[in-house]
C-alpha cells in the first residue's frame, strides 16, 4: 500500500514538471516569408531546406550545374525583413530568418561570409 501510494505521488510529481517543462519552453520567432509557400511544402523545408543548399552548392560549385530552384538568392530575397527606414535586416542577424532557429538549435552557418545576406537590388 505504501509503496502504491510514493508511485502514484512520484507519477504526479512527474506529469507536472513535463507541463511546466513545456510551457516554458521559448519557441524561434522569426518574420514570415513572402507569398504563400515555400520552394517546397513547409515541413519539407524545415527538416530539410539544408540538403538543398548543400546539395546545389556542390553541384554549382564542382560540376558546373545550376538550377533557379533552390537558389541562395531566392531564399534571401523571399526570406528578408525590413527594418522601420525600410532597409533590408540581413537574413543572418540576430532575430532573422536563418539566425533564429540556428541561434535556438545552436547551429553555426559560414555562407554569409561570402554570400549576401540581402537582395541584391
Ligand atoms: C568561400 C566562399 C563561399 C562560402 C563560405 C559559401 N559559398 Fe556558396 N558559393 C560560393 C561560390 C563562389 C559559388 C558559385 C557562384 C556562382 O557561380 O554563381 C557558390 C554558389 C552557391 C550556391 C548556388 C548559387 C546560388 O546562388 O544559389 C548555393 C545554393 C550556395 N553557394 C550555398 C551556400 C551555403 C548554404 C553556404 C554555407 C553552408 C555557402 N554557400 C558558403 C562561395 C561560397
Ligand atoms: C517565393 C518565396 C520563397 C522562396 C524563394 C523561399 N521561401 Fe522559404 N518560405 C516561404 C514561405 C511563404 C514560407 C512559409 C510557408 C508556410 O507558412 O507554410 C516559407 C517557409 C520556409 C521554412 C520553414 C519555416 C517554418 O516556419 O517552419 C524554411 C526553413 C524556409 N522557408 C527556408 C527557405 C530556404 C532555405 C530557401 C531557399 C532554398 C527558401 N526558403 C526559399 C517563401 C519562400
Ligand atoms: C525553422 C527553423 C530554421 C530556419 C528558419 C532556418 N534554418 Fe537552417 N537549420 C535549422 C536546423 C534545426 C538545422 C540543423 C539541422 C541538423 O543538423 O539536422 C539547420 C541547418 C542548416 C544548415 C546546415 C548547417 C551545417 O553545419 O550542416 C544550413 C546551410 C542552413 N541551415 C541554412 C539556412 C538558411 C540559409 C536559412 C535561411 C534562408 C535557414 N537555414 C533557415 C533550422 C532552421
Redesign the pocket.
Known sequence: MIRFSSLLVALIVCLLSLAVLQADIPR?D?PAGRGDKCVEPTEV???D??QF??HQRDDTVHRGIRTSKHS?VG??E??VAYDSDGSYLP??AEGQ??????E??A???D??TCHAAVPDT
Open positions: 524561434p522569426y523545408m524545415k527538416r531546406h539544408f543548399l548543400k541562395l531564399c534571401i523571399c526570406h537574413v543572418n530568418f536563418c539566425s533564429s532557429c540556428h535556438y538549435s547551429v553555426k552557418i555562407c554569409f
